[in-house]
């Protein structure tokens, strides 16, 4: 009866309400969850002597720690909104059974993903920028981070179904416990014990763990309204093939990280050196840290689009859209003029280093400026996600990444030098903002209808 009670508010709360009560805890989930590398990157970045050498190795593998994430993206992002849709419709089987197959492909993944890239992590590694002075720093990251692949896809993966029931604090707290442990284990490990790098990563990996074995039992349990069975963890093609299209968007938005983490990386390293690769490392975590909480924004709203579009309410979700793009927009832009006005802040997180740090000050304003408005796309983009249309969000998702910002990062160089790949960023964030705000106002009102319903749910 209170799983009940909690599927239905979705459709009958103050909006308002509703966004605050799912929207705060999802936020604070997210911001916890990016504690995992963030934590990592200070402390690692303070190591004496070699700090900076070691900060530059780890930021390496970024793209590898991208990639595995972009998997349980893939199936969470693609199987969590069909779910809450199922739930709007009230069919709780078709739900459960959305649920155990995503289980069963994060699994999949888990598998292939270890042991492709222990196998070939040197080669990939010295591709995404990594020098004969940081290779070392990296090998001792992410051959430890690699065996926890099972715990990321979990806990990162299945978390969404919980967000997707409006079970928002049951979410956030499912991070909580995995981050607060890996802050109290960073520095025993990493300092303490005297293992540098190889100590974050292992204090990372049991973090996860933690998350993983508590998400797992949460969605096994009678507090959950969809549960974990054997007998729907058996694939079935239609209900994957469903996944992974609407799960494309979410995979291409995140995956595609890597391909620009490798170009970029290496465009600095041609034009620049360590220290400009050093550079992006920060750079990067700072967009993590403006980006995340508009990321956990848009997932607590989510729910709410969803669900009551399965549920033919079509009023309360063009409201809920509306919404969620204002606040996205605003959150982003806020966050951003922050980065602009004082990025020695930002900076002085992760390094001391008076030459790093002075480059961080003058690229990081640069690279920052197209977050001014793109917390547009970010909104449009999540709304597109939850209404189940999977073809708008892919053109969106390639936009802004693989149409505009590969090329531009490797084209703009050419013509200014290694500044050109830090400009690269602003121009294809604000281009794809723009792009995705105008596909909203043409496309939003024709998906509100029963016929785009039927298709999304067949």
């Known amino acids: 009866m209170i799983n009940k009670q909690q599927d239905t508010r979705l459709g009958t709360d103050s909006i308002p309400k509703l966004m605050i009560q799912l929207a705060v805890p999802a936020v604070i989930a997210q911001l916890i969850n990016l504690l995992y590398n963030i934590v990592d990157r200070i402390y690692i970045g303070r190591i004496p002597q070699v700090g900076h050498l070691a900060l530059t190795g ?17 199936v969470g992002s693609g199987g969590a909104p069909l779910a809450s849709i199922s739930l709007g419709r009230g069919d709780k089987k078709k739900a459960e059974n959305i649920l155990g197959n995503s289980v ?51 806990s990162l993966g299945l978390n969404m ?15 909580l416990i995995g981050a607060a442990i890996n802050i109290i284990l960073d520095p025993i490990f990493i300092f303490v014990l005297n293992m540098g790098v ?9 973090s996860q763990a933690v998350s993983a074995v508590w998400i797992v039992r949460f969605l096994l349990s009678d507090k959950s309204s969809i549960k974990i069975k054997k007998c ?15 799960g494309i968007s979410p995979f ?10 490798i170009v970029l990386n290496h465009s600095l390293q041609t034009y620049g050196g360590d220290l400009y690769v050093g550079s992006m490392t920060i750079l990067q975590s700072v967009m993590q840290l403006l980006s995340i909480p508009v990321s956990g924004f848009t997932q607590g709203v989510q729910p709410i689009i969803s669900y009551n579009y399965g549920a033919k309410k079509f009023d309360r979700v063009k409201k809920t859209a509306f919404y969620l793009i204002g606040s996205t927009f605003i959150i982003s832009m806020l966050f951003a003029l922050s980065t602009l006005l004082v990025p020695g802040i930002y900076g002085s997180i992760f390094t001391s280093q008076p030459e790093l740090l002075d480059l961080v000050k003058e690229v990081l ?33 390639l936009l802004r990444k693989v149409i505009l910002l590969i090329p531009l990062a490797i084209i703009l160089p050419k013509f200014f030098g290694v500044m050109g790949v830090y400009y690269s960023e602003p121009i294809a964030d604000i281009t794809s903002a723009s792009t995705a705000f105008c596909l909203f106002m043409i496309f939003f009102k024709k998906i509100l209808s029963e016929d785009s319903l039927n298709k999304v749910a067949s």
């Open 365 to 397: 304003p640069v690279y920052m400026f197209g977050m001014l408005i793109f917390g547009l796309q970010n909104g449009c983009q999540s709304t597109f996600l939850g209404l189940g249309q999977a073809k708008i969000s892919i053109f969106i998702a």
């Open 232 to 246: 729907n963890m058996i694939p079935s093609k239609k209900i994957i093939a469903t996944v992974s299209t609407l």
């Open 161 to 175: 179904f919980i967000s997707s029931q409006g079970q928002a604090k049951i979410a956030m707290f499912s991070v």
């Open 104 to 154: 069963t492909m994060l699994l999949f993944f888990a598998v292939i993903l270890t042991a492709v890239f222990q196998i070939f992590k040197e080669p990939l590694l010295y591709m995404f920028g990594a020098s004969d002075n940081t290779i070392q720093y990296s090998l001792q990251y992410i051959t430890i981070y690699l065996c926890g692949t099972l715990f990321v896809e979990l």
């Open 58 to 74: 780890v930021g390496v593998t970024f793209p590898i720690l991208t990639l595995i994430s972009a998997f349980s993206s893939f």
């Open 252 to 261: 291409i938005m995140q995956s595609t990280e890597s391909a620009i983490a």
């Open 198 to 206: 190889q100590g974050a990563a292992v204090a990372t990996i049991i």
